[in-house]
């Protein structure tokens, strides 16, 4: 696939790493999945796999037990889960996923971040076709030999399985997300490099020098904005 999955994960968390902006989407994201369902990771699927991608970007323990308290709390706080599709420079093509208590505030804010770094929002489903749902699950101290294997005895038949740095990646269907982490816990892994359920680019396109570098800053204008949660690209960043 040639994602370099790690690469991607590793320079997101090292941008955030002097401000408290993951925390806080992710403090958002759980206290949504706790006031969806049960606020127990035990009985509610959802909180457990935000509680699982939280786990690999070291998110504190307290931001956690705030969210959840919060939603055991009664808090009548609505979030709307919404889907925008867009084209940066060059026609490339981003996916925006975001939590919001105000719908045309948000809508405003995206727009405006495409518009100002030489893109612009498209319509519903005129990126997404280009995209495939996928499950990214990551392990350390397997060879990929291991990891298939492991996943043979399970009966999984995976995307794809590569070797990044010193993870191996699992590509999955959507549906395999959880039947492979239990695969991994029933061989006694339980700790994840990464567990993601992402929207994974067809195809990369490299961009000219000058037309990347308004692509990234579109892209950061868009990730700094609060109620965004995860975006998805088909260019080819580099290591």
Do not use: C
């Not at 699982?52 to 009664?74: F, L, M, Q, W």
């Not at 100002?116 to 060879?143: P, R």
């Not at 699992?170 to 700790?191: K, L, N």
């Amino acid at each position: 696939m040639g994602r370099k999955w790690n690469n991607i994960k590793e320079k997101k968390a090292s941008k955030d790493a002097n401000t408290s902006r993951i925390y806080a989407k992710f403090g958002r994201k759980i206290y949504v999945a706790a006031k969806q369902g049960e606020p127990n990771p035990e009985s509610n699927i959802a909180l457990r796999d935000v509680l699982e991608r939280a786990k690999t970007y070291s998110v504190p323990k307290a931001i956690i037990e705030r969210a959840i308290d919060k939603a055991k709390g009664g808090s009548d706080e609505v979030f709307d889960e919404l889907r925008y599709e867009g084209f940066g420079p060059n026609g490339s093509m981003v996916i925006v996923d975001a939590l919001t208590n105000n719908v045309n505030r948000t809508a405003a804010e995206v727009r405006a971040a495409f518009s100002k770094n030489g893109g612009n929002m498209g319509v519903s489903g005129s990126v997404a076709y280009m995209f495939d749902a996928t499950a990214v699950i990551g392990v350390e101290g397997k060879t990929a030999e291991d990891v298939l294997e492991l996943l043979m005895e399970a009966d999984l038949d995976v995307r794809d399985i590569i070797e990044e740095g010193d993870s191996v990646i699992v590509y999955a269907e959507p549906e395999q997300f959880h039947a492979v982490q239990e695969a991994f816990r029933q061989a006694g892994i339980s700790d994840f490099t990464v567990a993601e359920l992402s929207m994974l680019a067809q195809s990369d396109v490299t961009l000219p020098e000058d037309a990347q570098a308004k692509f990234e800053k579109m892209i950061d204008a868009i990730e700094d904005l609060e109620d965004v949660q995860q975006v998805f690209h088909n260019v080819d960043l580099g290591e």
